[in-house]
Nanobody, 120 residues
């Protein structure tokens, strides 16, 4: 069984910074694309930042130039550095990963989510 565990969420004031981490564990053959998603109450889940295995990135317009996604393949860890936070960034942030459990099989996994609250 593969598990993704997020950490680093909490309460921060507008303009502040926060760094999220996501650690993958279990019977992993390879980790391919990884991404951060977020979902506020009553809203749809949206992709925030994506990073491929080779390091190519894509960001949502709402957080462009404020957030930076990175990964450490040796540590099987995904990061999201969030700067200049706004109240609109308040949401549950989820870690997502496409993970091969063997050469033949790839599945999509989600973490449990971590709450980020940005106060005015």
């Amino acid at each position: 069984q593969v598990h993704l565990v997020e950490s680093g969420g909490g309460l921060v004031r507008a303009g502040g910074s926060m760094k999220l981490s996501c650690v993958a564990s279990g019977d992993i053959f390879a980790i391919n694309d990884m991404a951060w998603y977020r979902q506020a109450p009553g809203d749809r889940r949206e992709m925030v930042a994506q990073i491929t295995r080779d390091g190519s990135t894509h960001y949502a317009d709402s957080i462009k130039d404020r957030f930076t996604v990175s990964r450490d393949n040796a540590q099987k860890t995904l990061f999201l550095q969030m700067n200049s936070l706004k109240p609109e960034d308040t949401a549950v942030y989820y870690c997502d990963a496409d993970i091969q459990v063997s050469k033949k099989y790839e599945y999509n996994y989600w973490g449990q989510g971590t709450q980020v609250t940005v106060s005015p």
